[in-house]
């Protein structure tokens, strides 16, 4: 079966670029999601289709998918980015969705 | 706006069955597939399966087979979900989410979800 291997943790100073990768045999030739949860909350999409981002997600969130990784890019951190980050892909091989294990950022 | 409201939590003995429910507002319930998700505390998410409020079509994970129920009731926009034999490691928050298709690509993602629902199992 398909999996997702994400860092669990990334810490990043304020102002500068954090960087958080999702792992998985030949990822760039599928569609790769990212959610933000924060404490308590639900879930939130940040960024779709490896690079979309919904409505109302600043700028400063970004992706890329190539090869074997996914990247989630969140520059000019701010202290209200302090969250686990999930990264999720539809496979057809087993259970259609899968998370990766999630990467908590932790802003310095 | 799109919302998605969730019942409230609850406390189940093993062996015990639960039903979460799903209320959806803000858009049309029967045009989107809604897909539920489950976390244990301190745990990653976890697909449990999906459903067509259309068609009542669902699809579920393997490790839930037999003992998860997805079902709605359109006269009220409600999805439920139905997990039977708890058991302590069933103990997590549920979720709803209700899922869309991409604008770019033919890919499909979750766009909203509810707030959660606490299940704990305990005797």
């Known amino acids: 079966s398909y999996v997702l291997t994400q860092p669990p943790s990334v810490s990043v100073a304020p102002g500068q670029t954090a960087r958080i990768t999702c792992g998985g045999n030949?990822?760039?030739?599928?569609?790769v999601h990212w959610y933000q949860q924060k404490p308590g909350q639900a879930p939130v999409l940040v960024v779709y289709?490896?690079?979309d981002r919904p409505s109302g997600i600043p700028e400063r969130f970004s992706g890329s998918n190539s090869g074997n990784t996914a990247t989630l890019t969140i520059t000019r951190v701010e202290a209200g980015d302090e969250a686990d980050y999930y990264c999720q892909v539809w496979d057809s091989s087993s259970d259609p969705w899968l998370f990766g294990g999630g990467t908590k950022l932790t802003v310095l | 706006q799109v919302q998605l409201v969730q019942s409230g939590a609850e406390v189940k003995k093993p062996g015990a069955s639960v039903k979460v429910s799903c209320k959806a507002s803000g858009y049309t319930f029967t045009s989107y597939d809604i897909n539920w998700v489950r976390q244990a505390t301190g745990q990653g998410l976890e697909w449990m399966g999906w459903?067509?409020?259309?068609?009542?079509?669902?699809g579920y994970a393997q490790k839930f087979q037999g003992r998860v129920t997805m079902t709605r009731n359109t006269s009220i926009s409600t999805a439920y979900m139905e997990l039977s034999r708890l058991r302590a490691e069933d103990t997590a928050v549920y979720y709803c989410?209700?899922?869309?298709?991409?604008?770019?690509?033919?890919?499909?993602?979750?766009?909203?979800w509810g707030q959660g629902t606490l299940v704990t199992v305990s005797s």
């Open positions: 459903m067509n409020p259309n068609s009542g079509n669902t």
């Open positions: 989410a209700r899922e869309v298709d991409c604008s770019r690509t033919s890919c499909s993602t979750f766009d909203f």
């Open positions: 030949n990822i760039g030739s599928k569609s």
């Open positions: 289709d490896d690079s």
